[in-house]
């Protein structure tokens, strides 16, 4: 069984910067490609960032571009989303997602195995 636990959620001030973590225990090989998805209130849950195994391919959406950054540390099993410069549309839910594929690419809704319950960003303007 895999359980993804994210943590750093909370209300922040537009401009400022977040961290969300995210610990994966369970099953090591069913989180090689690991990424952040995010759902506000009334829209349909988007893709924001992923990362591979190896740390080596990243990938974002463009409307997180430059401004967030995921990285993971496999040692502990956790994966990181830095978020800088907030905006009021960044408030969502923010999802970790782990799936089974290795290699580079933006991970897809579908190939997602795992999600975590979400933890919740408020950006204030």
């Known amino acids: 069984q895999v359980q993804l636990v994210e943590s750093g959620g909370g209300l922040v001030q537009a401009g400022g910067s977040l961290r969300l973590s995210c610990a994966a225990s369970?099953?090591?090989?069913?989180?090689?490609?690991m990424g952040w998805f995010r759902q506000a209130p009334g829209k349909e849950r988007e893709f924001v960032g992923s990362i591979s195994r190896s740390g080596g391919s990243t990938a974002y959406a463009d409307s997180v571009k430059g401004r967030f950054t995921i990285s993971r540390d496999n040692g502990q099993n956790m994966v990181y989303l830095q978020m800088n410069s907030l905006k009021a549309e960044d408030t969502a839910v923010y999802y970790c997602?782990?799936?089974?594929?290795?290699?580079?690419?933006?991970?897809?809704?579908?190939?997602?195995?795992?999600w975590g319950q979400g933890t919740q960003v408020t950006v204030s303007s």
């Open positions: 997602a782990a799936g089974p594929r290795n290699g580079a690419g933006r991970l897809r809704e579908y190939e997602v195995a795992y």
């Open positions: 369970g099953r090591t090989f069913s989180f090689n490609i």
